[in-house]
T-cell receptor, first 113, second 114 residues
Framework: DQQVKQNSPSLSVQEGRISILNCDYT??????FLWYKKYPAEGPTFLIS?????DKNEDGRFTVFLNKSAKHLSLHIVPSQPGDSAVYFC????????????FGTGTRLTIIP | SQTIHQWPATLVQPVGSPLSLECTVE??????LYWYRQAAGRGLQLLFY??????ISSEVPQNLSASRPQDRQFILSSKKLLLSDSGFYLC?????????????FGPGTRLTVL
């Protein structure tokens, strides 16, 4: 049962334009969401997170939007840069002592110069 | 600042051989520690986590085990490797007592079982 889904395995975006990565979840107990960026043969790097009490969180070029009613979140990167080319994982967590992060299968973002 | 180390970076092992992967965290105390595996083309699967020395929780019953002999050391082991154990193994840590589950990952170990 895939509780966190990233339905687009890959995405190509022109340099300087906006990249939008999407993530859907099914478990209504999830209340904290994270985005990680991963280069080949390296560990994932934490990018940005959002709590369910918010619907938007911004950090520089990265913004995460959360739509709780649709159980959907998205990561916006603007402007996109060549160094943003990587695999992006969405992850979700339920609070109150739950240690588990549930990850999506990732979206490979390619920024075209 | 906190640093997480994993070794070895790559490993090629024959089927049936034992395994020991090590992870250590510096710059923090009493972290929560995690082992994940990423199989080819898949997401990250949580294997084990630990909230303290000697405390191990298993998420997926399989051919692997974990131990935490010291506060900042987490070890992933197997007595006999299977072909299906091949993958990219990641250790992660989380500051204890934080309300939100932000985990920080090490560089990973690429394991190939032949």
């Amino acid at each position: 049962d895939q509780q966190v889904k990233q339905n687009s395995p890959s995405l190509s975006v022109q340099e300087g334009r906006i990249s939008i990565l999407n993530c859907d979840y099914t478990n209504s107990m999830f209340d904290y969401f994270l985005w990680y960026k991963k280069y080949p043969a390296e560990g994932p790097t934490f990018l940005i997170s959002i709590s369910s009490i918010k619907d938007k969180n911004e950090d520089g070029r990265f913004t995460v939007f959360l739509n709780k009613s649709a159980k959907h979140l998205s990561l916006h990167i603007v402007p996109s840069q060549p160094g943003d080319s990587a695999v992006y994982f969405c992850a979700a967590s339920a609070s109150f002592g739950n240690e588990k992060l549930t990850f999506g299968t990732g979206t490979r973002l390619t920024i075209i110069p | 600042s906190q640093t997480i180390h994993q070794w070895p970076a790559t490993l090629v092992q024959p089927v049936g051989s034992p395994l020991s992967l090590e992870c250590t965290v510096e710059g923090t105390s009493n972290p929560n520690l995690y082992w994940y595996r990423q199989a080819a083309g898949r997401g990250l699967q949580l294997l084990f986590y630990s909230v303290g020395i000697g405390q191990i929780s298993s998420e997926v019953p399989q051919n692997l085990s974990a131990s935490r002999p010291q506060d900042r050391q987490f070890i992933l082991s197997s007595k006999k490797l299977l072909l299906s154990d091949s993958g990219f193994y990641l250790c992660a840590w989380r500051p204890s007592g934080r309300p939100y589950n932000e985990q920080f990952f090490g560089p990973g170990t690429r394991l190939t079982v032949l």
